[in-house]
T-cell receptor
Framework: DAKTTQPTSMDCAEGRAANLPCNHSTISGNEYVYWYRQIHSQGPQYIIHGLKNNETNEMASLIITEDRKSSTLILPHATLRDTAVYYCIVAYGQNFVFGPGTRLSVLP | AAGVIQSPRHLIKEKRETATLKCYPIPRHDTVYWYQQGPGQDPQFLISFYEKMQSDKGSIPDRFSAQQFSDYHSELNMSSLELGDSALYFC???????????????FGPGTRLTVT
């Protein structure tokens, strides 16, 4: 079973920031938090990952709470092409377990 | 940048037939993973290989087998196909997995298998 809990769905207005939360209260000290997204039936796309510190790349920012029990993925300026299912995955090494994810709809 | 290549992209088979799916990882990636995604479901891990050796095993049916070759490409062999095997099959690749750590997996476009 997935070690994460995410909202089933969220809406976001185009051009606004999308903040996707994830709870992982049972995360172990050596487990990383990964975010992927899947647009329709395409292969999951890697977005970002982190261990303890906040991370930022060209796609998104990842904010991890100090106790590491939750995190937030931030898409700073959502576009219609960001409509997808977003998966938060907690893993050590290679064992990825995909949970239900959050279906993000970016609205015009 | 080069991505993971999967072939074929679409495959139609009849019940009890066999199928072989191929995966070519990103250059210099030595670890390959296979996932199955049924209709309306989330991707489910099947099996992975590191340096041509099986490194982890998930919910892969006994009717399925896989291997990784010397050039790091991988093949998923599926026998005695059942209707329930109809799904998207994704391959992902990453750099070496040694004792855990941070290993981003990069996914291919998938093979859509339809069993009739």
């Amino acid at each position: 079973d997935a070690k994460t809990t995410q909202p089933t769905s969220m809406d976001c207005a185009e051009g606004r920031a999308a903040n996707l939360p994830c709870n992982h209260s049972t995360i172990s000290g050596n487990e990383y938090v990964y975010w992927y997204r899947q647009i329709h039936s395409q292969g999951p796309q890697y977005i970002i990952h982190g261990l303890k510190n906040n991370e930022t790349n060209e796609m998104a920012s990842l904010i991890i709470t100090e106790d590491r029990k939750s995190s937030t993925l931030i898409l700073p300026h959502a576009t219609l092409r960001d409509t997808a299912v977003y998966y938060c995955i907690v893993a050590y090494g290679q064992n990825f377990v995909f949970g239900p994810g959050t279906r993000l709809s970016v609205l015009p | 940048a080069a991505g993971v290549i999967q072939s074929p992209r679409h495959l139609i088979k009849e019940k009890r037939e066999t199928a072989t799916l191929k995966c070519y990882p990103i250059p210099r990636h030595d670890t390959v993973y296979w996932y199955q995604q049924g209709p309306g479901q989330d991707p489910q891990f099947l099996i992975s290989f590191y340096e041509k050796m099986q490194s982890d095993k998930g919910s892969i049916p006994d009717r399925f087998s896989a291997q990784q070759f010397s050039d790091y490409h991988s093949e998923l062999n599926m026998s005695s196909l059942e209707l329930g095997d109809s799904a998207l099959y994704f391959c992902a690749s990453s750099l070496g997995v040694v004792g855990g750590g941070s290993y981003e997996q990069y996914f291919g476009p998938g093979t859509r298998l339809t069993v009739t």
